[in-house]
């Protein structure tokens, strides 16, 4: 089964963008056919930012951006905003029926 | 607009079972799959299976096949966890979400509030 690996944390500070990757270890191209990120604060239930590696969910607006490229699913927020402090995973799923997470990104804004 | 409400926190002993709730409404319960994803205190999130409102199977992740049992009541648009006997590594938030997927598309667009799951003698 495939690992999704993000990094720990990342940081930055307001009006700044900032990446979160999101690397397969599977070598299959079809691995990330279906890749989704998610928002969560404290003690909430994650909220969904992403879908289908590039599509926003209406009600969320350009401020957050999906992308991939080989065997890494990114999210980009643009103009970091104080309310954007928040864990982010991503997930991926090659059928659309069995899915894995990816470790999480504690995002802090300075 | 469509919402999935779960049952309240529970306080299990080890060896205990557990069983908790995702009611859902707002839309056609039978059309739409339930994942269920769970989240240690302090950990990422971690997804343990699905069951398909239809015709009623379940698929488990392979960490917690035989563990588990997803089921649903269609007559109430809910579905069910249940975990056989409880150890303290099941000590987490349990989250149940709508799984929107057709064609070529497919995520979790609804999730539940989270039921809160504290195990300890």
């Known amino acids: 089964h495939s690992t999704l690996t993000q990094p720990a944390s990342v940081s930055g500070s307001p009006g700044q963008s900032i990446t979160i990757s999101c690397t397969t270890t599977n070598n299959d191209i079809d691995a990330f056919n279906y890749v989704s990120w998610f928002q969560q604060h404290p003690g909430r239930a994650p909220n969904l930012i992403v879908y289908d590696v590039t599509g926003r969910p209406s009600g969320i607006s350009g401020h957050f951006s999906g992308s991939k490229s080989g065997n890494t699913a990114s999210l980009t927020i643009f103009g970091l905003q104080a309310e954007d402090e928040a864990d982010y995973y991503c997930?991926?799923?090659?059928?659309?029926?069995?899915?894995?997470f990816g470790g999480g990104t504690k995002l802090t804004v300075l | 607009q469509g919402h999935l409400i779960q049952s309240g926190p529970e306080l299990k002993r080890p060896g205990a079972a557990l069983k908790i709730s995702c009611k859902a409404s707002?839309?056609?319960?039978?059309?739409?799959?339930i994942h269920w994803v769970r989240q240690a205190p302090g950990k990422g999130l971690e997804w343990m299976g699905w069951?398909?409102?239809?015709?009623?199977?379940?698929t488990y992740a392979d960490d917690f096949a035989g563990r588990l049992v997803f089921s649903l009541d269609n007559g109430v648009k809910t579905a069910y966890l249940q975990i056989r006997t409880l150890t303290s590594d099941d000590a987490a938030m349990y989250f149940c979400?709508?799984?929107?997927?057709?064609?070529?598309?497919?995520?979790?667009?609804?999730w539940g509030q989270g039921t809160v799951v504290t195990v300890s003698s």
């Open positions: 069951i398909d409102t239809s015709n009623r199977k379940a």
């Open positions: 997930a991926s799923s090659t059928t659309g029926l069995t899915w894995v």
């Open positions: 979400a709508r799984l929107n997927s057709w064609r070529f598309t497919a995520y979790f667009d609804y």
């Open positions: 707002g839309y056609d319960f039978n059309d739409f799959a």
